[in-house]
């Protein structure tokens, strides 16, 4: 989740949920890893920084993809939109939020591959 206030939604989830925030430091301020035990559970991002071009405030679900470019040349040729650029995820893989025909929003997630590195 992207939102304007990143350490409220994350103390919400933490009494509601059960979830323990983990911070993430982005510079000047802190997002969160919400780990359910000792397994990451989701994130809570502010609005800003890497996240602002984000819709905010709203819960963004994930689909893994073998190859994100070629899922992004599909999403455009299939009458859906880039909402963002491709963002590096560092070790984690590659991300784009993407929009479909119908107006959902999601983010297509390439994780690294197995041979990064060797």
Known sequence: MV????????????????WTPSSVSMGDYDDYTMMNGDQPATGVCH????????????WMIYINVADLDKSLAAVEKRGGKKLTE????????RACYIEDPGGARCA???????????
């Open 3 to 18: 939102t304007t206030d990143a350490k409220e939604v994350q103390e919400f989830y933490s009494e509601v949920v059960g």
């Open 47 to 58: 609005h800003k920084g890497m996240n602002s071009d984000i819709p905010p405030s709203v």
């Open 86 to 93: 491709i963002k590096n995820m560092g070790s984690y893989g």
């Open 108 to 118: 297509l997630f390439e994780p690294p591959s197995k041979d990064a590195g060797n």
